[in-house]
């Protein structure tokens, strides 16, 4: 055979020995082959295990989802592109064979806010937004819209609310709506499923990859919707690369051992600054003194309340540029859980594209300041927010 010929050819496709790898390799084919066409074709039919084509699942992605499902006691999960795919595939699959209508929290993330508000409703979703720890709201929303279902974050973002699980799902029993939530905040701290949700999602861009190095998704859910599921993935193509799966996976494995330390540095943080005189409001889950302290006491162990804060700098905008401007260590950025410490100032990034009334209606005052807590000495995280809080 000619070079052309055995360049494309050798050394690829060599069956495993007698040895399994102790990680999960990056499986980058798109396609795979069998020893005979009868195989094939009863992998094609569902009648054998096994991959085809990879958007139809690739064996990095396929190891990252079973390792998701079982960090969140599903019986399967399908791994996105990015969080916001996630997302989409969720609400899509939830819809399949539901009323087309959803009533959402009202202080979701930015981009699920405007999935909802610029794509699905003009595709002629009824979407109405409400506040989900308000359950009386929630209630008249609900027996208005009769939704197909609710959408919901854990901790909401970025004013860090936490809503009363229990009371919420009776809202979805009773009214025969699906429970969707998003558990980007609260990877292993709360598991949603165990608390009555349908389908849980992560933008696996956060905790679960851990590092600030992918962006990626995860839709986690119970066997009953698994044909729903699989047929949006499989349609709608947002599927999760081998590179990209292998980092998330790389991650998880150490997410106990982060989620730890990010939980206990936020928690340190707002002991901190608490009474700093350059900071009018903090707002932390597991301070005692937080509207939802009923509702967190329920969804979060003890002490372990996220890696999350909302800092309100004195002096409004200029206050909280001021401080931001003087960050060191910690970088003004737009993710959260990752190693770095990172902050954020919702209403010129995230939330920008709601009014100036609105934004105030939700609590994100022009000061107010995210800061998603990282894995650095708390030593030196203090250190520096102290210092740049002198310039505000
Ligand atoms: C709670 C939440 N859900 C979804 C997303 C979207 O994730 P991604 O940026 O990976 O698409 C984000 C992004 O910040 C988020 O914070």
């Known amino acids: ?108 993330y930015g981009g699920s806010l405007e999935l909802l508000r610029s794509v699905l409703r003009p595709w002629g979703v009824e979407v109405r937004f409400c506040d989900f720890c308000d359950i009386d709201a929630l209630q008249a929303a609900v027996r208005e819209v009769r939704p197909g279902l609710l959408i919901t974050e854990t901790i909401s973002n970025p004013c860090l609310r ?51 190095d992918v962006l990626a998704g995860v839709v986690a859910a119970p066997e009953k919707y698994g044909e729903s599921l699989r047929q949006a993935h499989r349609c709608l193509g947002g599927n999760l690369g081998p ?54 006491a329920k969804l979060l162990p003890p002490g372990l309340a996220g890696g999350t804060i909302g800092v309100d700098v004195r002096g409004g905008q200029e ?14 950025s737009a993710s959260l859980g990752d190693l770095t410490t990172l902050a954020l100032h919702p209403a010129s990034a995230t939330h920008r594209m709601l009014s100036a009334e609105a934004r105030a209606e939700l609590g994100i005052t022009d000061g107010l300041v995210r800061l998603a807590i990282g894995a650095e000495h708390i030593d030196d995280i203090l250190a520096d927010l102290r210092q740049a809080l002198e310039a505000a």
């Open 1 to 108: 055979m000619k070079p052309q010929t055995t360049l494309v050819h050798a050394g690829d496709r060599q069956k495993l020995g007698q040895y399994t790898p102790v990680s999960t390799p990056i499986y980058a084919s798109s396609s795979f082959f069998y020893d005979t066409m009868e195989e094939l074709a009863d992998v094609f039919a569902d009648r054998l295990p096994g991959k085809t084509y990879a958007r139809m699942g690739n064996p990095s992605a396929s190891a990252l989802e079973d390792q998701v499902a079982t960090l969140e006691g599903a019986d399967l999960a399908y791994a996105t592109a990015s969080g916001m795919a996630a997302v989409h595939l969720a609400i899509m699959a939830g819809l399949l064979d539901r009323r087309q209508a959803i009533v959402a929290g009202n202080v979701l």
């Open 162 to 212: 936490v809503a009363d699980f229990e009371r919420v799902k009776e809202v979805a029993t009773a009214n025969d709506a699906l429970l969707l939530v998003d558990n980007t905040f609260t990877p292993l701290l709360a598991r949603p499923l165990e608390l009555g949700a349908d389908m849980v999602i992560h933008s696996a861009t956060k905790y679960l990859g851990g590092h600030g």
């Open 243 to 296: 590179f990209e799966a292998f980092l998330v996976m790389r991650g998880v494995k150490t997410l106990p051992l982060r989620m730890r330390r990010h939980c206990v540095n936020a928690h340190m943080v707002f002991e901190g600054l608490t009474g700093h005189p350059a900071v009018e409001r903090l707002i932390y889950p597991a301070d005692p003194s937080h509207p939802d302290s009923d509702a967190v």
């Open 319 to 332: 206050g909280a540029y001021a401080f931001l401007d003087r960050l060191r260590l910690v970088k003004t």
